[in-house]
């Protein structure tokens, strides 16, 4: 194409002519340095363990964690649960902020099925959950991991410190297991706020709201018609 527009020269130098120009033509992406306040925000998500998780009787299930960060203290907590629809997945959520223990003002997610109807909007289930808290939301652009980079990094810290080597008779010990591991985890010093995620949370503590005595009701349920 370049000859037929009249170049003459060699490749090599075309291509180094091309490699010094193309950055002043490329629309590039900007970031920013996000500073957390203390009890404003949660990141929440799903991570998948590599393996499938023990029920019993010889079966096993394909298993997803809820996971849960807090952006200000990094305490983490995770629950696991085998569907991502919205009943199990808000009740993932709800174990989460009982390990917690305090009510954060938004969660961030990203675009889930069960959290995210379309357009940006919640499901109605994600917003009466928390509407029944009183907390807000905050559902991400689509293919946007950056922008809850705190908890991928999580993420990538339970594949390969959490998983390997370790064995589950079924899902009430992979779930006592990971609990364990949460507490190790939230209670030593976190390289990037150079603290102590358990003592953070408990100045974290004072800027956020208690749970209610009853969290918000996640049973599954299903409506069918009787005949006479």
Known sequence: MAIELGYAGGKTVFDDYVREVRPRFQVRRTFQRTVYRPGELVQCDLWEPRELIAVGHGQRRRG???????CW???????LIFSK???DTLWGLARCLERIG?????RVWDREGAIHAGGGSPTDEFAAFCGQLGVG???LE????????ILERSHRFMRTNFEPGRRFAN?????????????????RVHRTIRAVPTERLVQERARMRPLPARLPDCDRRTVAPVPQ
């Open 102 to 106: 305090v009510l954060p003002e938004k």
């Open 171 to 187: 899902h009430l010990d992979f779930q006592a297991q990971f609990d364990a591991w949460c507490d190790r985890a939230n209670a």
């Open 64 to 70: 997803y964690v809820v996971t849960t960060e807090l």
């Open 85 to 87: 629809e919205a009943p």
């Open 142 to 149: 689509a293919a946007d991991p950056q922008a809850k980079g």
């Open 73 to 79: 203290s990094r305490v983490v907590a995770g629950a």
């Open 137 to 139: 939301w905050m559902i």
